[in-house]
């Protein structure tokens, strides 16, 4: 199982940024997905999940109507839009699937992580 991400890069306060994590050896559509980041100095968190166990969509407050979790099943991929940038969302970010059906949201029921790709906000 692979989850390669990419897309991150330095983007000035206000702009947009696209992830994107290609999934291979698993089906995204089955499982609990989600996007989680990690900013210097601190603990990882999670930004977004969508769970296989009520389909329910979970974002973190901090990024609610500015960040955008997307799966293309045909694909078999999962994208992020972050839009409406700010300084504070400067981490490395993740994308992680589990690999048991009909779990909930939350690091410790990911089963793969991709590499992360690092998102710099600054002007």
């Known amino acids: 199982v692979q989850l390669q991400a990419s897309g991150g890069g330095l983007v000035r306060p206000g702009g947009s940024l696209r992830l994107s994590c290609a999934a291979s050896?698993?089906?995204?559509?089955?499982?609990?997905i989600g996007w989680f980041r990690q900013a210097p100095g601190k603990e990882l968190e999670g930004i977004v999940c969508?769970?296989?166990?009520?389909?329910?969509?979970e974002y973190l407050d901090s990024v609610k109507g500015r960040f955008t979790i997307f799966r293309n099943n045909t694909k078999n991929t999962m994208s992020l839009q972050m839009n409406s940038l700010k300084p504070e969302d400067t981490a490395v970010y993740y994308c992680?699937?589990?690999?048991?059906?009909?779990?909930?949201?939350?690091?410790?029921?990911?089963?793969?992580w991709g590499k992360g790709t690092l998102v710099t906000v600054s002007s």
């Open positions: 050896g698993i089906t995204l559509d089955y499982y609990t």
């Open positions: 992680a699937t589990a690999a048991s059906s009909g779990t909930s949201c939350g690091r410790y029921y990911m089963d793969y």
């Open positions: 969508i769970s296989s166990s009520d389909g329910r969509t």
